[in-house]
């Protein structure tokens, strides 16, 4: 089946630090792969869309010079929380799709962000 | 933009008893709706999915039924077994997907 990969695990660092995060798709070729914010016992939300070598689209309310979304390659999308503030602590997902015109997204572990 | 609402937020069973939880969308044009299965800490898991030419689909102890002209839709888990403890989420998508708030079920041994 197809695997999505994610790293750090888990991170810790101080308020004004970046951290980057990097979503890897294993054994297929992701055009489009979806970074999301889960905060504590809430839903996933859709932070940005990002297709293979063009910008991310951002939902509204996200910042994109706070948060960074750079898909360089067809297995590789990285998020840069810039600046980070204890108030960025939170669950991060990505997902990767395939193809254009398929439906199943396939989710990474996860990330967990605390900002001291 | 879609929305998507779920309903309950919280359910416990009886371990054998059924349970179901429905989801309404918003957009007419979401044509995939996958429920996933998370526990805590870990990603979400795809347990079904359905289209919107389809109207039911099975696997197993776990159907989805789909409503197009109401727009909602509904996962159904029979002979529910403790291990499906965990939090449920429904999602509707066109070309990205919209999740619902969750629903926490507790399967009582």
């Known amino acids: 089946g197809a695997v999505v990969s994610q790293h750090p695990s888990r991170v810790i660092c101080k308020s004004g630090t970046s951290v980057k995060i990097e979503c890897r798709s294993l054994d297929f070729q992701a055009t489009t792969m979806f970074w999301y914010r889960q905060f504590p016992k809430q839903s996933l939300m859709l932070m940005a869309t990002?297709?293979?070598?063009?910008?991310?689209?951002?939902e509204q309310g996200v910042e994109k010079d706070k948060f960074l979304i750079n898909h360089a390659s067809l297995t590789l999308s990285t998020l840069t929380v810039t600046s980070a503030h204890p108030e960025d602590s939170s669950f991060y997902i990505c997902s990767a799709r395939a193809a254009q015109g398929t439906d199943t997204q396939y989710f990474g572990p996860g990330t967990r962000l605390t900002v001291l | 933009g879609e929305n998507v609402e779920q309903h309950p937020s919280t359910l416990s069973v009886q371990e054998g008893d059924s349970a179901v939880i429905k989801c309404t969308y918003s957009?007419?044009?979401?044509?995939?709706f996958p429920w996933y299965k998370q526990e805590l800490g870990k990603r979400p898991q795809l347990i079904i999915d359905i289209r919107s030419n389809v109207g039911e689909k099975k696997d197993q102890r776990i159907a989805v039924t789909l409503n197009k002209t109401a727009k909602h839709f509904s996962l159904h888990i029979t002979e529910t077994q403790p291990e499906d403890s965990a939090v449920y989420f429904c999602a509707a998508s066109i070309t990205d997907m919209r999740f619902g708030a969750g629903t926490r079920l507790t399967v009582k041994p």
């Open positions: 990002s297709n293979e070598g063009s910008k991310a689209t951002y």
């Open positions: 957009d007419s044009a979401s044509n995939y």
